[in-house]
């Protein structure tokens, strides 16, 4: 399919099944753009939030691939591209965590961590991103987390990964400034998804007494901020990680 300019913009977002990835994949159908909602094992719930997209007037389509290998993760990003002719926006946010304290960590545990965070995030933008070049536009936003600034025990893996991800980030935001695409990354804190919710109900409350704002972050918070770094008006911010997460590590 050949697109036209006008036509709308189209997001492909990883890991949209659930979670942070579905309410941005709404959030960002609600402004008007068409998405590509990505997952890898729940296809019940993925169909849900195409259906709910489409239910509330927006365009969305149903993308089942596993970001952390090669071939499903260019066929992600191609059935995105086929289908609209276009694609506009990548969000990274596709993720796994695998906690254990170091000594405890196996080989699997480092490597399935490292592949869906961090290689997935490559594999994507560097199929994504001959697209962008050629439309001389496109927005990436990468899904990190605070605990890629801070470090966390137990989880030396996915702050590892989550730092990767920053790096990724700033080096190829300067590789492709000149070409009119951005590329960001947010850091989250606690944020109530299946994530958090998976924690024991002390840890939990340990958690909640070292948040300035004495809450858990909400997905929505995390989607507003992907719509702000999507839209015209941030077109000169690149390379920037911007963190949210009730002033946990300000
Ligand atoms: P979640 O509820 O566990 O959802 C994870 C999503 O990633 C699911 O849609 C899952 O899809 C997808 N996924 C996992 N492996 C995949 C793979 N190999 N290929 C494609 N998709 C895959 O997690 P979440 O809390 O929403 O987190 C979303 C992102 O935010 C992650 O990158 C996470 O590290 C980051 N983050 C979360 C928090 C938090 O507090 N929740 C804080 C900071 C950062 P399937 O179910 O279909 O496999």
Known sequence: MTAADSDPQVALVTGASRGIGAVIACRLAQA???VGVNFHSSEKAARQVVNDIIA????ALLIEGDVSLEEPAAAVVKQAF????RIDILVNN???HRDR???RMGSDDWDQVMDVNLKGAFLCTKYVMPHLIRQRAGRIVNISSVVGLSGNPGQANYAAAKAGLIGFTKSVAREVASRNITVNALAPGYITTGMV???PEETQKQILSRIPMGRFGAAEDVAQAVQFLCSEGAGYITGQVLTIDGGLIA
């Open 32 to 34: 008007g753009i068409r």
């Open 56 to 59: 509330t007037g927006g365009e």
């Open 82 to 85: 086929d289908r609209w002719g």
């Open 94 to 96: 596709a993720g796994i």
């Open 101 to 103: 304290l170091l000594v």
């Open 197 to 199: 919710e998976d924690l």
